[in-house]
């Protein structure tokens, strides 16, 4: 199975071969001013306990953290919106990895502030066998300590490659995740974090999957 990060890899070469070199530098400018801004290294982390939610899956169905501890360990993944390519391919290589995820008895959700017609269009089209639930004005990636208000810069540069923020969270904030994948025991406690304020890189699943191992091994 082809490891997330060379597909990402694959995705921003492909984004840098094609994108004029002042819409990169622009980009490249803002990850680094966020990188910067601390904001990984404040959010939630390993040893912490998670904060409980209650969240809309794509058809409107209610989701809780609870009762997904209930049944075993949970991964949850926070990704910026169905409009995000990277985004897509974490997703999709979490479809890949659910058998082993559900063999572990663990399960796996994806979070995005987007609102549930655009999350129900995602889940549909890339035949998703997990939640995705929509986390309207951020508030539980709020508790997470993971949002971020997207660098104005990069608002035209958004608007030029049809990215509409407004209209897919259905608020003016623009904010957003960063990306982020937690793990979370059935106790409630953090037992693996993955935070990183670039975009372009995401937690690899076979790591996730070797630390629900070791958790289950020093059980």
Known sequence: MTPLASELEAMNASVRAQAPATVLDTIDAANRRLAQSGLAERALQAGQRAPEFVLPDAKGAAVTLSDLRSRGPVVLSFYRGAWCPYCNLELQAWQRHLPELQARGASFAAISPQLPDASLTLAQKHALGYPVLSDLANRVARQFGIVYT???SL?????QF??????????SSFELPVPATYLIGRDGIVAGAWVDADYRRRAEPSAVLARLDEIATHA
């Open 155 to 159: 608002r035209p540069v958004y608007e």
């Open 150 to 152: 997207l660098d104005e």
């Open 162 to 171: 049809g990215i509409d923020l407004q209209a897919s969270n259905g608020d």
